[in-house]
């Protein structure tokens, strides 16, 4: 149970919180980025290629054309998969094997075992 010093600190720490610039879109692939600030990261987490999907499901090409977009206004893009994805290591990006680098939550409830981070190339 929390006591009231407690309360306080927790409440101290968060009013020290520096104030992160984000915002939520209900439909990514409307969202035209504008040009970032350095140090924008876009994570794309989208269902892996063969298994079942999430509510609003985007198709390889459509992360891959998000993707893009988002790299060319400036952001550093990861995407996570079930494997490097071919097309955008053939432009330069880069892959990261993080399945054993996993903390916390297994993958019991998939058959897909793999997790990787294909990474965009740093900005010029």
């Given amino acids: 149970r929390w006591g009231v010093s407690d309360q306080a600190w927790i ?6 919180t520096p104030e992160l610039p984000a915002s939520i879109s209900e439909d990514c692939t409307q969202v035209e980025p504008p040009t970032l600030p350095p140090g ?3 994570y794309i987490d989208p269902p892996y290629v063969g298994t079942t999907g999430y509510g609003h499901d985007l198709g390889r090409k459509q992360v891959i054309e ?3 977009r988002w ?3 400036g952001a550093m893009v990861a995407i996570s998969e079930q494997e490097a994805i071919p097309e955008l ?3 330069g990006w880069r892959a990261v094997d993080i399945t054993s680098r996993r903390d916390g939550q297994k993958r019991t ?4 075992k793999t997790e990787f981070l294909t990474l965009s190339p740093d900005q010029r």
């Fill in 40 to 42: 924008t990261v876009v």
């Fill in 11 to 16: 409440a101290g720490r968060l009013d020290n």
């Fill in 66 to 68: 998000l993707a893009l």
């Fill in 109 to 112: 409830f998939s058959k897909q």
């Fill in 71 to 73: 790299h060319e206004a």
């Fill in 89 to 91: 290591l053939a432009l």
